[in-house]
């Protein structure tokens, strides 16, 4: 496809923002309407084609300065996350946000489902909007029970004890005539075989006998298989577009990341920040080289850490002072030297799923309030 071609849907995204009047909405409104609309309107373009990288990166740069700006342009300072964490999922520390290169990749498997379970469609036999790589993902993401063979594929699906026959023998599949045929049509008067005579010196008979496929006259190993019935194609726990998604995202974020205490219905991007030390304090407008002052605009005792604002700063020892009395020490002071996130797992280690939620709630609304003071 032409740039000229991808130009249309870029330009749809981009006019959606000047209409939301994103200045007006907080960053948790930005981020509903990113992955209510935003995100949702390449989908049909995803699923027929794959965009090229150039696409994928002028939209992601427009997701990005939507949600944390809400303008059409924004300066490389406002982002306080790096995109990758912002597209990885809530349960993992993300804020959920789909990315389209993957999730292309996990829409195009549609077409080889499809292909199984509907085999009556105009479009089967044609060639698909698909690359090595989603037929091998598709694979490994599906079962296959053997029935009589005419709807699974000779060399490339998982019917031989659990494997592909390509992935078995990789030098017989070289020289196959067809790599598309179906099991049924192959084991028909041995025309898997046909190609075979191609066989030059550089390949080696000891290696293709040992292999077990062929035996010493060059036929088929494999006559025992039985082919009955209907063959099947199982799905494995979830469907395969959500299975691949998954797995590809999450093979790009760090285990270690938080996850699961910022889960609230309220506050949740501020606790979202607060959890990853990314609020702009005193320490990190420094950091930025914009001119402020170092000290703690509540105490003027220290300079303003993330860790010294919401736990050790005097004002903040009141609050949390306080909360304990209110709470019967549900929330307790925190104690000298411990950080945010050492704070956080301290608090909600061991307890039950409810008194979790609940002490959870009650620490971030107060970490919100000081936030709130301290501006």
Not at 33 to 58: E, R
Not at 93 to 103: N, S, V
Request: proline share 4%; aromatic share 12%; net charge positive.
């Amino acid at each position: 496809m032409r740039r000229v071609d991808i130009q249309p849907l870029i330009d749809k995204v981009g006019s959606l923002l000047a209409t939301w009047k994103g200045k007006l909405l907080n960053r948790a409104g930005r981020l509903k309407l990113i992955n209510l609309m935003l995100t949702s309107i390449p989908t049909y373009y995803l699923t027929i084609s794959k965009l090229q990288k150039w696409a994928i990166k002028t939209i992601d740069k427009l997701r990005r300065i939507f949600l944390w700006k809400g303008a059409p342009d924004a300066s490389g300072g406002h982002y306080l996350v790096k995109w990758g964490k912002e597209m990885g999922p809530k349960s993992f520390g993300g804020l959920g946000i789909l990315d389209l290169d993957l999730f292309s990749r996990a829409l195009r498997l549609r077409w080889l489902w499809f292909e199984w379970v509907s085999p009556d469609k105009p479009w089967v036999g044609t060639e698909l909007p698909i690359n090595t790589v989603d037929r091998q993902l598709f694979r490994e993401s599906t079962v296959v029970t053997l029935g009589n063979g005419a709807t699974t594929s000779f060399w490339q699906f998982f019917w031989l004890n659990g494997q592909t026959p390509m992935d078995l023998y990789p030098d017989l599949f070289k020289l196959a005539w067809q790599k598309n045929k179906r099991v049924k049509e192959e084991f028909l008067n041995q025309n898997w075989t046909r190609g075979l005579w191609e066989w030059k010196l550089s390949v080696k008979w000891p290696t293709l006998l040992s292999s077990g496929m062929l035996c010493s006259k060059g036929s088929l190993m494999m006559n025992k298989i039985q082919l009955s019935g209907d063959g099947q194609l199982m799905e494995v726990k979830l469907p395969c577009q959500l299975i691949i998604y998954n797995s590809w995202v999450l093979t790009a974020i760090s285990k270690e990341t938080p996850s699961g205490k910022w889960k609230l219905k309220a506050f949740f991007f501020f606790a979202w920040l607060l959890i990853q030390c990314k609020l702009l304090t005193v320490y990190k407008l420094m950091a930025r080289q914009w001119p402020c002052n170092p000290m703690c605009s509540l105490c003027n005792s220290g300079q303003e850490t993330i860790d010294h604002l919401i736990l050790h700063c005097s004002f903040a020892r009141n609050v949390w002072t306080k909360m304990a009395e209110w709470t019967q020490n549900l929330v307790q002071q925190p104690t000298d030297g411990f950080e945010v996130m050492d704070w956080l797992k301290k608090e909600l280690a061991q307890l039950p799923k409810k008194d979790r939620r609940l002490k959870a709630t009650l620490l971030i609304y107060g970490s919100w309030n000081i936030w709130k003071e301290r501006n």
